[in-house]
């Protein structure tokens, strides 16, 4: 599948437990973003990872929140203790370069 | 900061009427791209502009990028229920890998048979 894969689609968690969301990009894409979506809203961008670094985390909240991009396996943008206002769509895109970005399907995450 | 305003945020159309969603920056772009977001889907990237004044057709999609590259506007041409969705820009701030897209807020179209 050539395809941004995403897992878990959906994901529901009770406040103050772990949430993890993976992101496997596109074949032969190295550049993995993190964006959040809140209903009705746009697209806030959290983090740019390259292989195994991270580029711009300028947009991720200081704590609870951290990404990785392993050398091997797939992207992971870890929520630690989640709170309600957690809740939202994940979203990651994967590029070649720096420019056309190609989007998963989305985790939406809902907390309890 | 750095922002990419949309506007409208929300057009309601009746089906055959044109629709048009402009996008402005605050600050000049290397390039700007345009994503359709169907409702519960996901962004799906639907063309590039690079170059000043740059108007690229897609069927009945046109693309325009400003003389200044801090604007830029997506119209359709008698949209079809099929348009329904949410159309974002998103801007290119700076060059090279460095580089980021800032998203604009989207446009949600609403198409009536």
């Known amino acids: 599948n050539a395809d941004v894969m995403q897992n878990p689609r959906h994901l529901v968690r009770r406040r103050g437990q772990e949430a993890r969301l993976r992101c496997s990009p596109m074949?032969?894409?190295?550049?993995v973003y993190w964006y959040r979506q809140l209903p009705e809203e746009g697209l806030k961008f959290m983090v740019y990872?390259?292989?195994?670094?991270?580029?711009?985390e300028s947009g991720m909240p200081k704590e609870r929140f951290s990404a990785e991009f392993p050398k091997e396996g797939p992207s992971i943008l870890r929520i630690q203790q989640v709170v309600r206002g957690d809740s939202a769509a994940y979203f990651c895109?994967?590029?070649?370069?720096?420019?056309?970005?190609?989007f998963g399907p989305g985790t939406r995450l809902t907390v309890l | 900061g750095q922002q990419v305003m949309q506007i409208p945020q929300y057009q309601h159309v009746q089906e055959g009427e044109d629709f048009t969603t402009y996008c402005n920056s605050s600050?000049?772009?290397?390039?700007i791209q345009w994503y359709k977001q169907r409702p519960g889907g996901h962004p799906v990237f639907l063309i590039q502009?690079?170059?000043?004044?740059e108007v690229k057709k897609q069927k009945r999609l046109t693309f325009q990028f400003g003389e200044a590259k801090k604007n830029s506007s997506l119209h359709i041409t008698a949209t079809q229920t099929t348009d329904v969705g949410t159309y974002f820009c998103?801007?290119?701030?700076?060059?090279?890998?460095?580089?980021?897209?800032?998203f604009g807020k989207g446009t949600k179209l609403s198409v009536k048979p």
């Open positions: 895109a994967s590029s070649l370069g720096v420019d056309t970005q190609y």
């Open positions: 074949k032969g894409h190295s550049h």
């Open positions: 990872l390259q292989k195994e670094n991270i580029i711009d």
């Open positions: 600050t000049t772009l290397s390039n």
């Open positions: 502009l690079v170059k000043s004044g």
């Open positions: 998103a801007g290119k701030i700076g060059a090279g890998s460095q580089g980021n897209l800032i």
